[in-house]
């Protein structure tokens, strides 16, 4: 590789880093970043084909979640579980996998697939957040490639900002599932209140109307409690 061939290679994986850095950042949907992130990927490291698997911790299975081929015979639903083929391998063992030739290794399980895709090299990468492993980048060349150590460098850091979006949705999946929680205990607690100053119960006779109601009409607990609150208000300003 000429020194300017090199230089460009430089540039073009700092911007790639940078793009899907201010991805991460952004407002984008989970599923928006992962497909920036392979397109990304693909390009600059000159892939037929760049993959994103994602570990489901309740199965113990990987499954592609974003992928920029076109392929219907690649976009095929399919699960590996941990250990099992390439995929599986560096889930199982934390660190990437090289394979200069996916036919002649007896590990890689789609060799159908590769050949009708004309698949030869792979670099599966997996993406860990605080040694917890969250998935696998995988990167497929047509040719037989030697991938340098600068382009496993390259594909780790994505793996690790890729894993970086996944667990940012997660907290915040999880922040708006607290912040419901608490929202539907407040609300509860004052139509709670409501009931027992209007109908003379106790805590514990209001809190099962409210909790009958709710299985009574199949609505949530925080629906009941709005609509007590909103009947209780409605009436105090008629009085």
């Known amino acids: 590789m000429s020194a300017m061939s090199s230089k460009r290679s430089g540039k073009d994986y700092l911007e790639t880093l940078n793009r899907i850095s201010r991805a991460i950042t952004s407002d984008l949907y989970l599923e928006d970043i992962l497909k ?26 990987l499954r592609i979640r974003a992928t920029q081929a076109m392929s ?23 660190k990437p996998v090289v394979i200069p030739d996916v036919l002649k290794d007896k590990r890689y399980k789609e060799k159908t697939l590769a050949e009708k895709e004309n698949l030869v090299s792979m670099l599966s990468v997996p993406m860990i957040e605080k040694d917890r492993v969250m ?88 629906e009941i409690a709005e609509a007590i609150i909103l009947s209780s208000e409605i009436s105090g300003k008629k009085g």
């Open 135 to 222: 998935g696998v980048i995988n990167t497929y060349t047509v040719n037989e490639h030697k991938f340098t150590k600068s382009e496993i460098e390259l594909l780790s850091i994505v793996a690790d900002q890729a894993a970086v979006a996944i667990k940012n949705t997660e907290l915040l999946v999880q922040t708006k599932v607290i912040q419901e929680e608490l929202e539907t205990r407040k609300k509860v607690e004052k139509a709670k209140g409501m009931l027992m100053k209007e109908q003379d119960l106790s805590e514990e006779e209001a809190y099962k109307l409210i909790r009958k109601a709710s299985m009574d009409k199949r609505i949530s607990m925080k």
């Open 36 to 61: 920036l992130i392979v397109n990304l990927t693909a390009n600059v490291m000159n892939a037929k084909i760049c993959s994103l698997w994602l570990l489901d911790t309740e199965t113990g299975e």
């Open 72 to 94: 219907r015979e690649y976009l095929k639903e399919r699960t590996l579980k941990v250990g099992e083929g390439i995929v599986g391998m560096a889930a199982q063992e934390k």
